[in-house]
Antibody, heavy 121, light 109 residues
Framework: EMQLVESGGGLVKPGGSLRLSCAAS????????MNWVRQAPGQGLEWVGRIKAKTDGGTTDYAAPVKGRFTISRDDSKNTVYLQMNSLKTEDTAVYYC????????????WGQGTMVTVSS | EIVLTQSPGTLSLSPGERATLSCRAS???????LAWYQQKPGQAPRLLIYGASSRATGIPDRFSGSGSGTDFTLTITRLEPEDSAVYYCQQYHSSPQWTFGQGTKVEIK
């Protein structure tokens, strides 16, 4: 069964850091472009960023609100993608989903269950 | 960045009726790169449509997508109670910034 499982969410103070993990199983992880999408409480979906497969350069791209503060990385030996979040702001409070387009470039057909990040003093 | 604007904000319909959801882009989007998702409370989104009009695996044929350029539509025929959800469009045409619309809530009376 193809699966994504996020972990690492929690409560952090403004200005703090947190690292989220997303463990993949059931598909060829090293070929996948992995994305993070977030959803603030009661709000819509927001694309956060992406890391390409190493065969496609392994480069990263980020949405403007998180660029310079968030870093996505991957460890293909562990089938895991990470989201390092620094200089956190209250507006970063959200459920963070790991997602990928396994069969359709750019259209996300596999999602994790999400992990909640709360930034509050 | 391409901005996607969805309308209406909320749609309240009865079972068996047809729902028509709109997604308008601030600039032209290749129809190959427009998707629709369904999200129910407490759940992750589910891919319904990719490439503007192709149904994802397991999606009933009551769901259909159409459109091109800057105007796209998701149509749900013969509404069922389980179709109550928020629906989002997403473009993956403009790299590197992929964006979502703000969502349309469909309520079944």
């Amino acid at each position: 069964e193809m699966q994504l499982v996020e972990s690492g969410g929690g409560l952090v103070k403004p200005g703090g850091s947190l690292r989220l993990s997303c463990a993949a199983s059931g598909f060829t992880f090293n070929n996948a472009w992995m994305n993070w999408v977030r959803q603030a409480p009661g709000q819509g979906l927001e694309w956060v960023g992406r890391i390409k497969a190493k065969t496609d350069g392994g480069t990263t791209d980020y949405a403007a609100p998180v660029k310079g503060r968030f870093t996505i990385s991957r460890d293909d030996s562990k089938n895991t993608v990470y989201l390092q979040m620094n200089s956190l702001k209250t507006e970063d409070t959200a459920v963070y989903y790991c997602t990928t387009g396994l069969f359709h470039y750019g259209a996300f057909d596999l999602w994790g269950q999400g992990t909640m990040v709360t930034v509050s003093s | 960045e391409i901005v996607l604007t969805q309308s209406p904000g909320t749609l309240s319909l009865s079972p068996g009726e047809r729902a028509t959801l709109s997604c308008r882009a601030s600039q032209s989007v290749s129809s190959s790169y427009l998707a629709w998702y369904q999200q129910k409370p407490g759940q992750a989104p589910r891919l319904l449509i990719y490439g503007a009009s192709s149904r994802a695996t397991g999606i009933p044929d009551r769901f259909s997508g159409s459109g091109s350029g800057t105007d796209f539509t998701l149509t749900i025929t013969r509404l069922e109670p389980e179709d109550s959800a928020v629906y989002y469009c997403q473009q993956y045409h403009s790299s590197p910034q992929w964006t979502f619309g703000q969502g349309t809530k469909v309520e079944i009376k």
